[in-house]
């Protein structure tokens, strides 16, 4: 008989795109091998060099993937949400985490310790598959990150941020489009690769260009192609 808590997870476990290929029988195996984690908002999942002892799926609610400087500073890799992994690569090469994981608001996470991974691979070879394909993108997404953060200003950086924003969470209002920043600039900073204090100044010389009005953490675009041109003109 199956119990409630192996069915609840295996309903969770068949909307997760990795085990799109697992009938339910097969969900219901591997449902019994899950530990399920809570985490709060602000509370890290696991810390830079840490010991790595199994896989993170996220079932609920978003992780900031990110690293830490000597000074404290921090540079965000990846947002992941629910029915995404977190820190795919050290399962498999049994090294550290490369990088810390912290919840954002209340995450719940599905956890298969490496041995029950490796014995699930070996089983089903088109897991693995799909696992190198995340690895893969994750590898892309990273490689971005080092060109943005080497050959693109602060400047330029913020307004791509801008400009995908307003595209993706933006409402019409006038003839622009409104959106309000998800975090702080401190965080938006860490986003970005920078300080806070240069965040808020060119937050303030693209209004002053009247390119954008910001009201806190609403942030108007007023013409998007005008600032379209101002970041290819850098």
């Known amino acids: 008989m199956v119990n409630s808590r192996a069915n609840e997870i295996a309903l ?3 909307r997760v795109p990795l085990f799109s290929g697992f009938d339910r029988a097969q969900l219901l195996l591997l449902a019994a091998k899950i530990e399920r984690k809570v985490f709060s908002d602000g509370e890290l999942l696991f810390n830079e060099d840490e010991p790595c ?6 079932t609920h609610g978003r992780v900031r993937i990110f690293k830490s400087s000597a000074s404290g500073r921090e540079q965000v890799l990846a947002v992941n949400t629910a029915g995404e992994t977190v820190a795919e690569l050290p399962v498999f090469d049994g090294g550290p985490f490369p990088a810390s994981a912290i919840a954002l608001g209340d995450v719940e996470i599905a956890y298969l310790s490496r041995r029950e991974l490796n014995a699930l691979c070996m089983a089903h070879p088109e897991l693995a598959l799909k696992l190198l394909s995340v690895v893969g ?3 892309r997404r990273l490689v971005g990150i080092i ?9 330029q950086r913020l307004i791509a941020y801008l400009l995908k924003m307003s595209n993706t969470e933006g409402r019409p209002v006038g003839d622009g489009l409104e959106f309000h920043l998800p975090g702080t600039h ?10 806070r204090e240069l965040v808020s100044r060119n937050l303030m010389r693209l209004q002053a260009e009247g390119l954008i009005e910001v009201d806190a953490r609403r942030i108007l675009v007023v013409n998007s192609k005008e600032l379209e041109h101002a970041h290819e003109a850098e």
């Open 12 to 14: 969770i476990l068949e």
């Open 53 to 58: 002892g199994g896989l993170h799926l996220i």
């Open 137 to 139: 993108d994750r590898l």
């Open 186 to 195: 401190q965080e938006l900073a860490n986003e970005l690769g920078t300080v």
């Open 147 to 155: 060109e943005e953060l080497s050959f693109t200003t602060v400047r």
